[in-house]
Structure formats: C-alpha cells, structure tokens
C-alpha cells in the first residue's frame, strides 16, 4: 500500500498554499506533518484525501493515478481536533454507522465494532451516548470510527489539541501501536515537535506551504537539512548566533571561542550561523569544553521542574531551558554556558554545513 505525491501543489486566488511536493508514504507506517499554524499541514491532507483538486502534480494510490477521483471513492477516514460523534447515537451505533453505510452484515458489524473497541478500551462504554463520555472518550470513539471504516489512508489533524495532558500522553503512546497493527498509512498533524518524536515513524517539516525535510523522525530531529527545519522542529525553536571559523577556531560572535573539532574542523574558514537548542544552554560550566556567554535576563518561566530563561545577547534573543527553579530578577545579568558539541553550523543560505557531534554519536 503506497500513497505518491508527485510535484503536488495548491494556489488559491494566486497565493500558494502548498509549493510543489513530492512525498512517498508507505503502508503500516506513521507519518507526522510537523509545522506551525498555518505551515500548511491541513491543505496538504485535504490534497492527500482528495478533498482539494491539486493545481499541479498528480496522486498515485498504490501506482494507480486518483488525482481526479472523488474523496467519496477512496478510502480514505479523516479524525480532527474537534470532536465529531454523532450526540444521538450510542457509542456502539457512532463505530458502526460506516460499516452499515458499507453494508456490511450484522455479525460482521459486530466483530468489527468490538476489535476496534477493545483495542481503544471502549468496551464498557459501547451502550453510552458520546455526551456521556469525557473528551478523551469521545476522541477515542472517534478514532474508532475512523479506524473500523477499514481505510487505507488515515488522516489525523491534531486530533489531540483538546485533551488534557494525562489523555493526550496516554493516546500518544496508543496510536503507534493501533496503527501499525492496521496496515493503513497514517498521516499525523501537529505543530509539537515532542508530539512528533514521541509517536516516532517519520516526520515531514513544513514551513510555509513547503515540506523542508522528510525521513525518520530521530533523523530529522538530530540532522535537520537547513536551518528552517531546524526551527521548526525544536520547542522552543533553536537559538541561533553568528559564528566564524579561522583555521582550527571558532569564534561566537566576537568574543567566545571554541576549539573546530570533529566534523567542523574540516569546514572552509568564513563565516556560518551556529544554531542549538534550549536545552542545551546551562547556567554552569557543565563540561571542560563548554563556551561562556554573557546575556541580560529578559524574562523567566517556572513550570515546576525547569525554568525558561529568556535571554538577549545583542541582537541576538535566546530561550534556554534549564532544570530547577531559578527565580533571576529580569534585567539581570546572566552567564550561561554552551558545549559546541551541541552546536549546529548552517551556512550563508540557510543550509546545514556540520551537524552536532552529540547528534552524530547519538
């Protein structure tokens, strides 16, 4: 089972929605559309489910061309933030209403009605209306329907923005596991890049209507292509600073210096953009190698375990996540402290030059 994007693209009223994409998805698999509001993650699934006609390109179900075909003539199942259950209906008859609109036979019905809610832990709940349920039920008796439709596509966009964090880190843990059982291809919406890592598969990062980078998950995360991907998958996104590499040195905007080792010791001499990620900033000189910079605290947030500090070093605005609770007066002068084993290097256009050493040995 295989879904092909060829060159598919999608303009409304002359401005571009989608750039031309190319994407293979292949069955049993999850794939993760990773990208801000508006990075175009629900136009490309509508172009995937045929719910929007392409202005260029074509879509290939399994080698077949169904460009033009009608989303009614595919299988295709559709799960979005919103809840959609049907409020009159038994949680029973909202899993079957697809199967009986299949024509499906009873017994048929059945045994699909309870596969599919035992494995969404439904089972007690079957003779319940979907207003009875909690919000974590009835996205639950949702995906169900979805899922006993017997869809090879499976279309998922946000569909655990509402839940409240114990249900949302449950069914993350739950979804890979009902999915790949199915065989279908998964296609997953979200703009959380710890969403995206937490459910594995493979990641597409969109940034304004273009699909930057597509591969495993890890992959993506630890090796972005360009500096663009980077941001977009890095919460808070990735801090950056100029940098410049004179022979066997690199200098971090004027003043820090950090021997070249490893892959960046190999780079032509010029100027690059070092980029890391929050958590990687420190407030103490955690290893012999770490670089020392000096920043005003503009600004702080507890959340109980960690601290976001929110820094400016020039022009240059950080975020460095932290663990415990520092209460620092904003305004204050901070140090803090970067291992260049953390640090990317991107070049004048935006693309990676040298990963991060602790991404290579990861």
Same mark, same amino acid.
């Given at each position: 089972?295989?879904?092909?994007?060829?060159?598919?693209? #999608?303009?409304?009223?002359?401005?571009?929605?989608?750039?031309?994409?190319?994407?293979?998805?292949?069955?049993?698999?999850?794939?993760?559309?990773?990208?801000?509001?508006?990075?175009?993650?629900?136009?490309?699934? #509508?172009?995937?489910?045929?719910? %929007?006609?392409?202005?260029?390109?074509?879509?290939?179900?399994?080698?077949?061309?169904?460009?033009?075909? #009608?989303?009614?003539?595919?299988?295709?199942?559709?799960?979005?933030?919103?809840?959609?259950?049907?409020?009159?209906?038994?949680?029973?008859?909202?899993?079957?209403?697809?199967?009986?609109?299949?024509?499906?036979?009873?017994?048929?019905?059945?045994?699909?009605?309870?596969?599919?809610?035992?494995?969404?832990?439904?089972?007690?709940?079957?003779?319940?209306?979907?207003?009875?349920?909690?919000?974590?039920?009835?996205? #639950?008796?949702?995906?169900?329907?979805?899922?006993?439709?017997?869809?090879?596509?499976? $279309?998922?966009?946000?569909?655990?923005?509402?839940?409240?964090?114990?249900?949302?880190?449950?069914?993350?843990?739950?979804?890979?596991?009902?999915?790949?059982?199915?065989?279908?291809?998964?296609?997953?919406?979200?703009?959380?890049?710890?969403?995206?890592?937490?459910?594995?598969?493979?990641?597409?990062?969109?940034?304004?209507?273009?699909?930057?980078?597509?591969?495993?998950?890890?992959?993506?995360? @630890?090796?972005?292509?360009?500096?663009?991907?980077?941001?977009?998958?890095?919460?808070?996104?990735?801090?950056? $600073?100029?940098?410049?590499?004179?022979?066997?040195?690199?200098?971090?905007?004027?003043?820090?210096?950090?021997?070249?080792?490893?892959?960046?010791?190999?780079?032509?001499?010029? @100027?690059?953009?070092?980029?890391?990620?929050?958590?990687?900033?420190?407030?103490?000189?955690?290893?012999?190698?770490?670089?020392?910079?000096?920043?005003?605290?503009?600004?702080?947030?507890?959340?109980?375990?960690?601290?976001?500090?929110?820094?400016?070093?020039?022009?240059?605005?950080?975020?460095?996540?932290?663990?415990?609770?520092?209460?620092?007066?904003?305004?204050?002068?901070?140090?803090?402290?970067?291992?260049?084993?953390?640090?990317?290097?991107? %070049?004048?256009?935006?693309?990676?030059?040298?990963?991060?050493?602790?991404? $290579?040995?990861?």
């Amino acid at each position: 089972m295989t879904l092909e994007l060829q060159g598919v693209s #999608r303009m409304v009223g002359g401005r571009v929605h989608i750039h031309p994409t190319d994407l293979a998805l292949q069955g049993g698999t999850m794939n993760v559309l990773l990208g801000p509001t508006l990075a175009g993650k629900t136009s490309l699934m #509508r172009l995937m489910a045929g719910l %929007d006609a392409p202005s260029s390109g074509r879509l290939l179900w399994n080698g077949q061309d169904v460009t033009g075909q #009608r989303v009614q003539d595919r299988r295709v199942a559709m799960v979005y933030q919103q809840f959609i259950n049907y409020p009159s209906m038994s949680v029973y008859e909202n899993i079957a209403s697809p199967l009986r609109l299949q024509g499906r036979s009873r017994t048929d019905i059945e045994r699909a009605v309870g596969e599919v809610a035992e494995m969404l832990k439904l089972t007690p709940m079957l003779r319940r209306k979907p207003l009875e349920l909690s919000g974590g039920q009835q996205q #639950r008796c949702a995906l169900a329907r979805a899922l006993v439709k017997g869809a090879g596509l499976v $279309l998922l966009d946000e569909p655990l923005a509402n839940l409240d964090y114990k249900l949302r880190e449950e069914l993350r843990l739950e979804i890979p596991k009902i999915f790949e059982a199915s065989g279908a291809i998964f296609v997953y919406a979200t703009t959380e890049p710890e969403e995206a890592l937490l459910l594995g598969g493979h990641t597409a990062t969109l940034w304004e209507g273009r699909v930057t980078q597509f591969g495993p998950t890890p992959q993506v995360y @630890r090796q972005p292509v360009d500096a663009t991907t980077a941001r977009v998958f890095s919460d808070p996104p990735m801090n950056f $600073l100029p940098v410049t590499k004179t022979g066997a040195r690199l200098t971090f905007g004027h003043l820090a210096h950090a021997p070249a080792e490893g892959a960046l010791a190999g780079l032509a001499d010029g @100027r690059y953009l070092a980029g890391f990620r929050a958590n990687h900033l420190a407030l103490n000189r955690h290893s012999g190698r770490a670089v020392e910079f000096s920043c005003r605290l503009t600004a702080t947030e507890i959340t109980g375990s960690e601290t976001f500090l929110h820094l400016a070093h020039g022009s240059d605005l950080w975020v460095g996540l932290v663990p415990g609770i520092h209460d620092l007066p904003p305004g204050s002068e901070v140090s803090v402290w970067l291992d260049p084993a953390h640090v990317y290097l991107f %070049d004048a256009e935006g693309a990676l030059a040298a990963p991060a050493a602790y991404a $290579l040995a990861a």
